[in-house]
């Protein structure tokens, strides 16, 4: 999975040929083989398709940020760059892609960044350092914003509790205040980040994201009878559309983009899927449009969606206390992608859907079957109007953490 042979990838050239846009997607985080994987995959789109943009789910100013400061520090490595970015591929396995960005950048010639609206803390720390150089009575006003910030977001996203017009409002004012001194200061930040042009409009984009966020939940609240969970997740599929969609038309206009992300953000027509997971013995429709299924149709047609599935083996995602055996050591169902596809005599296979017409031999590609998300609970649908491909990997193993 390391080699820089691809003539076992050639077959992609003819399918991906007039595409702008590839997802990449992934059953669960915390698997050492869809990281090996998708790197080797990334460095074949890009040296020989021409794809010259990587957007991870990861914060949208925290990419950012760190492509900011890594463009004038030469000391920041990858494991400074996954630390503060990427924390669910802190790995082994994702580092050599890192350390391919950083050297692909040197000559300009590959980008990165985020589309997710979650927060971390790497761009707070590089906003306030940088607002400090001018106003330090104003990066402690940030600072302090952001932590209440986040409060705010535990208690409404995380705990579902309501929203008052006159919170939405303040905030509102006060990020647009910042935004103001962002736009004032615009030429120096300019002057310090000279190789990223784009950096004032994705801050600004960031600071918008905050308050954007609360008014779809003030929105949500009043509108639709979900649970807390589902209310979360519908809010962050959308933005991370309006987010993914803002950077394909006004950071990287006419690049060829790739998108790294789980199956639930780059699937297509989520919501006509049914999910059953391991306290439900019943199968329910999801309620939450993933991020692809709301972008526009012209951007759907440009695109081609990749999802990632296993077999068997053990799955760890950052943070979790235990190891999980994929669907718990069980056998499959007849009607399952994994017991279709394990038939198939290759550990690593790729599979086309998009542009394959039924036959006897493929007839499980147009019917209902199950597969599985998060290596235990199972979806039920028709894989092909949810994917373009697939990538089926037989024994995964989880991925090698740093700390």
């Given at each position: 999975?390391?080699?820089?042979d691809?003539?076992?990838?050639?077959?992609?050239?003819?399918?991906?040929?007039d595409?702008?846009?590839?997802?990449?997607g992934?059953?669960?985080?915390?698997?050492?083989?869809?990281n090996q994987?998708?790197v080797?995959?990334i460095?074949?789109?890009?040296?020989?398709?021409g794809?010259d943009?990587?957007l991870?789910?990861?914060?949208i100013?925290?990419?950012a940020?760190?492509s900011?400061?890594?463009?004038?520090n030469q000391y920041m490595n990858s494991?400074?760059i996954?630390?503060a970015?990427l924390s669910?591929?802190?790995?082994?396995?994702t580092?050599?892609?890192i350390d391919?960005l950083?050297?692909?950048?040197?000559?300009?010639?590959?980008s990165?960044g985020?589309?997710d609206?979650?927060?971390?803390?790497?761009f707070?720390q590089?906003?306030s350092n940088?607002?400090?150089?001018?106003?330090?009575?104003?990066?402690?006003?940030?600072?302090?914003?952001?932590?209440?910030?986040?409060e705010?977001?535990d208690?409404?996203?995380?705990?579902?509790?309501?929203?008052?017009?006159?919170?939405?409002?303040n905030?509102?004012k006060?990020y647009?205040e910042?935004i103001?001194f962002?736009?004032a200061?615009?030429?120096?930040?300019?002057?310090e980040y000279?190789?990223e042009k784009n950096?004032e409009?994705v801050?600004?984009?960031?600071?918008?994201?905050r308050f954007v966020m609360?008014?779809?939940?003030y929105?949500v609240?009043?509108?639709?009878?979900?649970?807390?969970?589902?209310t979360?997740?519908i809010?962050?599929d959308?933005?991370?559309e309006?987010?993914?969609?803002?950077?394909s038309t006004q950071?990287?206009?006419?690049?060829?983009?790739i998108?790294?992300?789980?199956?639930n953000?780059v699937?297509?027509?989520?919501?006509?899927?049914?999910g059953k997971?391991?306290?439900r013995?019943?199968?329910?429709?999801?309620k939450?449009?993933?991020?692809?299924?709301?972008?526009?149709?012209d951007?759907?047609?440009?695109?081609?969606?990749?999802?990632?599935y296993?077999?068997?083996?053990?799955?760890?995602e950052r943070y979790?206390?235990?190891?999980?055996?994929?669907?718990?050591d069980?056998k499959?169902s007849k009607?399952?992608?994994?017991f279709?596809?394990?038939?198939i005599?290759?550990?690593?296979s790729?599979?086309?859907?998009k542009y394959?017409?039924?036959?006897?031999y493929n007839?499980?590609?147009f019917?209902?079957?199950?597969a599985l998300?998060?290596?235990y609970w199972?979806d039920r649908?028709?894989i092909r109007?949810?994917?373009?491909?697939?990538?089926?990997?037989k024994?995964?193993s989880?991925?090698h953490?740093?700390?």
């Amino acid at each position: 999975m390391t080699s820089n042979d691809y003539s076992d990838l050639k077959f992609l050239s003819p399918i991906l040929k007039d595409k702008q846009y590839v997802f990449l997607g992934e059953s669960s985080h915390g698997i050492s083989e869809y990281n090996q994987s998708k790197v080797r995959l990334i460095k074949y789109l890009h040296e020989e398709l021409g794809f010259d943009v990587v957007l991870f789910e990861g914060n949208i100013g925290e990419g950012a940020a760190v492509s900011a400061e890594s463009s004038i520090n030469q000391y920041m490595n990858s494991n400074e760059i996954l630390s503060a970015f990427l924390s669910p591929w802190n790995n082994q396995e994702t580092k050599p892609l890192i350390d391919y960005l950083i050297q692909q950048r040197n000559t300009n010639d590959l980008s990165f960044g985020g589309f997710d609206m979650r927060v971390s803390g790497y761009f707070i720390q590089f906003l306030s350092n940088w607002i400090k150089t001018y106003n330090n009575d104003l990066a402690q006003q940030y600072k302090k914003l952001e932590f209440n910030w986040r409060e705010t977001y535990d208690n409404t996203m995380e705990e579902g509790m309501s929203l008052s017009k006159e919170i939405l409002s303040n905030y509102k004012k006060s990020y647009q205040e910042l935004i103001a001194f962002i736009h004032a200061h615009s030429e120096e930040l300019r002057r310090e980040y000279p190789n990223e042009k784009n950096l004032e409009k994705v801050i600004v984009k960031t600071l918008e994201n905050r308050f954007v966020m609360l008014e779809k939940y003030y929105k949500v609240k009043k509108t639709e009878e979900t649970t807390t969970e589902e209310t979360g997740s519908i809010i962050r599929d959308k933005m991370m559309e309006e987010n993914l969609l803002w950077l394909s038309t006004q950071v990287y206009p006419d690049k060829k983009i790739i998108v790294w992300g789980h199956n639930n953000h780059v699937r297509n027509r989520q919501i006509e899927i049914a999910g059953k997971d391991i306290d439900r013995n019943i199968f329910q429709k999801w309620k939450i449009q993933s991020m692809y299924e709301n972008l526009p149709s012209d951007y759907k047609k440009k695109s081609y969606i990749m999802g990632f599935y296993m077999h068997d083996g053990t799955i760890a995602e950052r943070y979790a206390t235990v190891s999980n055996q994929v669907n718990f050591d069980k056998k499959y169902s007849k009607n399952s992608l994994e017991f279709i596809l394990n038939e198939i005599p290759y550990d690593y296979s790729f599979i086309d859907l998009k542009y394959q017409k039924k036959e006897k031999y493929n007839e499980w590609m147009f019917e209902p079957i199950t597969a599985l998300n998060q290596g235990y609970w199972e979806d039920r649908m028709i894989i092909r109007n949810h994917y373009d491909g697939i990538f089926f990997i037989k024994h995964v193993s989880p991925s090698h953490y740093f700390q």
